[in-house]
């Protein structure tokens, strides 16, 4: 029997345009209703979530920085996976060096090189708050929970990827949100730190855990859950590391998955 469905936010739980359709907000209702916990989680910064908490009605903590930092439905700090300075300013090089883009976030505040930059202002409309500007990001190293390689050189991307664990190695998750995103955090600050966080903290094994996303950072929430969900836009590498596969964000897949699979279940 579930008790807790996590899902992921972006791709996930809402649309190409960041919308919560009605049916996702229903399907929600149903969830609490059958008294099934709701959580998200998403590489946003927990500020850019906020926006969800009132329609889903949460009460669970909120998951920003794919585990990075948990917050209560007010925003009120839990617990927070800040990077060493070293391992920042290492990473920041090796991203560099690959040609992309680098954003830090540090707590709630997001900094850029350049406001004109490569999906700086789609990140803005996502998360409904303004960037700071940083034109040397590598002196930002004290207290970053997250840094961000952006591209639309998508091969460059997949490489910065590795050559990050490859360089920084355990010190840091360095995974894919979106195609052209490479997200950098602690190394307990990924999606599967989020199931056995919330599992603890809720005191849900984890076997009644139910996980739902589409990227790659979302596999490792699927390793940890006893039912996982993709969604019908991942890619095929991360539906075959699913249990289950729904339809897309565009055509109300995550409705169709707390129906089909987390309900119906039951």
């Known amino acids: 029997m579930i008790e807790l469905l996590i899902a992921d936010v972006d791709g996930t739980l809402v649309t190409h345009e960041k919308e919560l359709t009605e049916r996702a907000r229903r399907a929600v209702r149903k969830l609490h209703e059958a008294s099934i916990a709701f959580a998200i989680t998403s590489g946003r910064p927990p500020r850019g979530m906020s926006m969800l908490v009132?329609?889903?009605?949460?009460t669970t903590p909120v998951?920003?920085?794919?585990?990075g930092m948990f917050v209560d439905p007010d925003m009120k700090p839990i617990e927070v996976k800040a990077l060493p300075p070293?391992?920042?300013?290492?990473?920041?090089?090796?991203i560099l060096e690959r040609?992309?883009?680098?954003?830090i976030y540090q707590?709630?505040?997001?900094?850029?090189?350049?406001?004109?930059?490569?999906?700086?202002?789609?990140?803005?409309?996502?998360?409904?708050?303004?960037?700071r500007i940083a034109t040397d990001p590598s002196r930002l190293t004290e207290g970053v929970i997250k840094i961000v390689g952006v591209s639309d050189d998508l091969p460059a991307v997949e490489a910065c990827e590795r050559d990050l664990r490859?360089?920084?190695?355990?010190?840091?998750?360095?995974?894919?949100?979106?195609?052209?995103?490479?997200?950098?955090?602690?190394?307990?600050?990924?999606?599967?730190?989020?199931v056995q966080y919330l599992s603890q903290k809720l005191g849900i094994p984890s076997e009644r855990i139910a996980t739902?996303?589409?990227?790659?950072?979302?596999?490792?929430?699927?390793?940890?859950?006893?039912?996982?969900?993709?969604?019908?836009?991942?890619?095929?590498?991360?539906?075959?590391?699913?249990?289950?596969?729904?339809?897309?964000?565009?055509?109300?897949?995550?409705?169709?998955?707390?129906?089909?699979?987390v309900l119906g279940k039951r």
């Open 54 to 58: 009132a329609p889903l009605a949460l």
């Open 63 to 67: 998951a920003g920085f794919n585990g």
């Open 86 to 94: 070293e391992v920042v300013w290492r990473a920041v090089h090796v």
């Open 99 to 103: 040609r992309l883009d680098v954003w």
């Open 107 to 131: 707590g709630n505040e997001w900094f850029v090189r350049k406001l004109d930059a490569p999906h700086v202002a789609r990140e803005q409309f996502t998360v409904r708050f303004t960037p």
């Open 166 to 194: 490859e360089q920084c190695e355990d010190r840091v998750s360095a995974a894919r949100s979106q195609p052209y995103y490479v997200d950098v955090t602690h190394p307990e600050a990924n999606k599967g730190h989020v």
């Open 212 to 261: 739902i996303g589409d990227m790659p950072n979302d596999v490792l929430m699927f390793a940890r859950s006893g039912v996982s969900i993709a969604m019908g836009n991942a890619s095929p590498d991360v539906q075959r590391s699913a249990r289950y596969v729904t339809g897309s964000n565009e055509s109300d897949g995550f409705a169709d998955a707390v129906d089909r699979f």
